[in-house]
Antibody, heavy 122, light 116 residues
């Protein structure tokens, strides 16, 4: 069974850098085809895909946020870290960690973590 | 990249059926769409993927048989038959676009389903 859990600050100030950690079990980012990513959802709004990292360290970013995002992995700790620079109140959202499997063509996001709410305010 | 359009809300009486629609923008009729269910206060969970040929692969873990999908033209449908109280959720559709450094995943705005 795959589980993912997000951790990080609940409150950040404008202009600060947000660092979120996804700790997972039931999968290994050293296994071919495995990916872990991030998706966010502002309160009452739509989901927005942010970034993905794969077993071979290949990375994908949302074009609209690429300049502010960095995704890295620590295979030994079973963790993926997302940093987002220059935070703004519009970045207030619940941030979800997700698993994506490339092999077999069934590359949907499954499962999702429980999410962590990040508020940006001075 | 495609735009996915969903109605903001839908409702059905307990035990009735409801069909949700995710409409792809013009030119993307061959795209497959993923459906996700998000219960109140919870994270989303994968329901199933749909193309013009119907379901792609298998349903997500624990998704009941009363959930089904169809695809036609630019529309991707999710039907819930014999709707139950626990089906009251937001339903999101999403799709891959591009590959390599041009990859992006796009979501619709979601449909809130109310069970009357």
């Amino acid at each position: 069974q795959i589980t993912l859990k997000e951790s990080g600050p609940t409150l950040v100030k404008p202009t600060q850098t947000l660092t979120l950690t996804c700790t997972f079990s039931g999968l290994s980012l050293s296994t071919s085809g495995v990916g872990v990513g991030w998706i966010r959802q502002p309160p009452g709004k739509a989901l927005e895909w942010l970034a993905l990292i794969y077993w071979d360290d290949d990375k994908r970013y949302s074009p609209s946020l690429k300049s502010r995002l960095t995704i890295t992995k620590d295979t030994s700790k079973n963790q993926v870290v997302l940093t987002m620079a220059n935070m703004d109140p519009v970045d207030t959202a619940t941030y979800y960690c997700v698993h994506r499997q490339l092999t077999g063509g069934y590359n949907w996001f499954d499962p999702w973590g429980q999410g962590t709410l990040v508020t940006v305010s001075s | 990249q495609p735009v996915l359009t969903q109605s903001p809300s839908a409702s059905a009486s307990l035990g009735a059926s409801v069909t949700l629609t995710c409409t792809l923008s013009s030119g993307y009729s061959n795209y497959k769409v993923d459906w996700y269910q998000q219960r109140p206060g919870k994270g989303p969970r994968f329901v199933m993927r749909v193309g013009t040929g119907g379901i792609v692969g298998s349903k997500g873990d624990g998704i009941p048989d009363r959930f089904s999908v169809l695809g036609s033209g630019l529309n991707r449908y999710l039907t819930i038959k014999n709707i139950q109280e626990e089906d009251e959720s937001d339903y999101h559709c999403g799709a891959d676009h591009g590959s390599g450094s041009n990859f992006v995943y796009v979501f619709g705005t979601g449909t809130k389903v109310t069970v009357l």
